[in-house]
């Protein structure tokens, strides 16, 4: 959650930071604030809402924007205090030397707090960052150098934490620190940069220094200097930033949804370049580092994921039972991490994240490093603290996705746990289901083109939107491999329309929520061939006998059972073991299209962030 950004050199500052936090909406848009310092004065700019707010309000300050040439920017998304004015960042101390941004929790802030009023500090807003303020000014005080402080600060800190501050009585730095939040040194010529991010600096550099925890940095013009958590000198590598600017362009769509929406063939083709050549070919994993002897070993298999994620990971648990014979557990890392953690040398943890950096999913991972388990992680971000954290590695590499609904990433996390799934199976030399896997695998080469097939023409689902934009209530039922899906499309209709959506097993439908169906009740079910076709269209039946407006979503839908639905859409041909891979893309763009008719602001849903850095 919240983005921060920072820059010196010799540009605008005002102009790369608005750049930046227009990179980093996707991290929260409740309100935004730049300080922009020259010399020994520093100038805050704040505003609530959107970042258009301040924008504006910069409009009107071009000469003293101009001139300066350090400053710091936030965006926040609202933790402690409500999303007002008084509570944007940047804060600052009560003799206003000290500014100070701020993304993560301070879980301490309340004690802190107490202590810094007794010492005859004075808070304005109720943010737990007003306290760091407060604290790293106070300790400036026994210092007056700025890096002392900040290293003292946070020994005092408890919980998570990127900060970005100046001072007033040292114009020609600006010093940072970083402990379960992501921050990124952008290194320039005769410039620096600091983020959360690095879609905030990749129109400006191609370099960039990663801070680990624990870590404190002096960032000056020519310079940067890096601490460990013992407050002595380091090293760390500059790397080359995997991105470019393109990236983060609509490319003519009309929103960021819709684009990454679109290139998902071209996302299934990146997954499988170079692990899958030919359907008679076996899976290629060089990332993943466990031998055949220690793979069959393996005795149980733990996914941890958030939101979307825990819904790959839950298609995951189908095929990695199925095809590699192990079971599987899945669990959301929020309650993951509060209870006893049950693993061993012979667990195999997969840590899901498109962002790499979801709070609850690393402190999962470091939970069960401490048990001697192998860690997988399979993350759109190579460069993200749970990839540094893996023993193995397998980036999903679908680019920079900006819309906070993720789309894109989820297929490629799915295709991703095919590939691992049928990697696993034969490592421990499972013969069992070979036809079919080869089977599989012609259908995972051939999936891209059915991508596009299914993109080609979409005018049935925008109509569909339509039609059902005005219900405020929605169920989507599934079962077997695709009851993930339903939980997925539902979850994406409330993300981004606010329609109370929700998705059920289809034969849980007669267990309670049958109640809630009536003719203002819309139900979509996805009922591909297979071994649950019959009970689900069973179970359609149900729901049509208590009048509910019935949308089929599936592959094939017999004639004699199509005066059944309302509506029906129907996908290429597929099996149902990769039927989740096209089901989820008419759920992506029914929700998509639903808010569009809606007028919600699609990529930027209300409430939400699309990395998740807080628990």
């Known amino acids: 959650m919240c983005g921060i950004i920072g820059y010196i050199g010799d540009r ?3 102009e790369v930071l608005i750049s930046g936090l227009s990179h980093l909406e996707y991290r929260g848009y409740d309100s935004s604030g730049v300080a922009l310092m020259k010399g020994s004065d520093v100038q805050i700019f704040k505003a609530q809402g959107k970042l258009n707010n301040l924008i504006e309000i910069l409009k009107d300050k071009q000469d003293t924007c101009s001139n300066a040439h350090i400053g710091i920017g936030h965006i926040r998304w609202a933790t402690h205090g409500l999303p007002t004015t008084i509570n944007a960042h940047p804060h600052t101390c009560d003799c206003k030397n000290l500014t100070l941004v701020h993304n993560g929790i301070i879980e301490n802030y309340q004690e802190l707090k107490e202590e810094l009023t007794t010492l005859g500090c004075h808070f304005v807003s109720q943010t737990d960052t007003e306290v760091a303020a407060h604290l790293i000014a106070h300790e400036y005080g026994k210092t007056k150098n700025l890096l002392k402080a900040m290293q003292s600060a946070v020994k005092k800190i ?28 952008g290194v320039g010529q005769d410039e620096n940069f600091i983020a959360s991010d690095i879609p905030a600096i990749i129109e400006y550099t191609k370099k960039a220094i990663y801070l680990s925890d624990g870590q404190v940095g002096i960032v000056k013009k020519n310079s940067i200097e890096i601490y460990d958590e013992n407050d002595l000198v380091t090293q760390n590598k500059i790397e080359n930033l995997p991105f470019e600017a393109i990236a983060i362009s609509k490319m003519g769509y009309k929103h960021f949804m819709l684009k990454e929406i679109h290139e998902q063939s071209d996302v299934v083709r990146n997954v499988l370049s170079g692990k899958l050549l030919s359907h008679d070919d076996k ?69 899901i994240s498109q962002s790499g950096e979801t709070a609850d999913t690393i402190t999962a991972i470091k939970q069960v490093k401490e048990k001697n388990s192998h860690i997988i992680i399979i993350t759109n971000r190579a460069d993200s603290t749970m990839a540094r954290l893996a023993d193995s590695l397998l980036p999903v590499s679908a680019g920079i996705e900006v819309s906070v609904a993720a789309t894109k990433s989820y297929m490629a996390q799915l295709i991703s746990l095919y590939m691992l799934a049928i990697y696993l199976m034969e490592q421990k030399g499972i013969e069992k289901y070979n036809d079919e896997i080869v089977n599989l695998k012609q259908e995972l080469i051939e999936l891209p083109n059915k991508v596009e097939a299914l993109l080609e023409n979409t005018d049935n689902i925008k109509q569909l939107a339509k039609k059902y934009s005005s219900y405020k209530d ?49 139900v979509l079910a996805i009922l591909n061939r297979g071994i649950v076709y019959d009970k689900v269209l069973s179970n359609c039946e149900e729901a049509k006998a208590r009048q509910a407006k019935l949308i089929g979503v599936a592959d094939y839908i017999a004639s004699k059972d199509k005066d059944l639905f309302d509506d029906i859409v129907i996908i290429p041909s597929v099996s149902d073991t990769l039927s989740p891979a096209l089901n989820i893309i008419v759920l992506q763009l029914l929700a998509y299209y639903i808010a569009e008719y809606l007028g919600k602001d699609v990529d930027q849903p209300r409430n939400l962030a699309k990395s998740v850095t807080v628990e």
């Not at 408890?158 to 040194?185: M, Q, S, T, W, Y």
């Not at 994406?492 to 109370?500: D, M, T, V």
């Open 474 to 522: 929605f169920i989507f039922i599934a079962r077997g491999i695709n009851f993930p899906s339903a939980l997925e499309g539902a979850l994406k209709l409330k993300e981004i329309s606010y329609i109370n959506a929700t998705g059920y097993g289809a034969g849980e439908l007669k267990h309670g929520p049958i109640a809630m169906l009536d003719e203002n009740m819309p």
């Open 158 to 185: 408890k919980g998570a934490f990127a900060f970005c501050a100046i001072h007033k009585n040292e114009p020609d730095r600006i010093v940072v620190a970083k402990r379960n939040a992501p921050l990124v040194i």
């Open 283 to 351: 899976i290629r994993l060089e990332e993943f580092k466990l031998t055949p002897e220690k793979i069959k070993k393996i005795q149980r298999v733990q996914i941890v994921a958030c939101g979307t994620s825990l819904h790959a990971g839950m298609v995951g648990k189908y095929i990695i039972e199925k095809y590699a014979g192990i079971p599987v557990d899945v669990e959301p890392s929020s309650e993951y991490i509060y209870r006893e953690t049950i693993a061993d040398e012979n667990t195999l943890v997969i840590g």
């Open 12 to 14: 605008k500052a005002s």
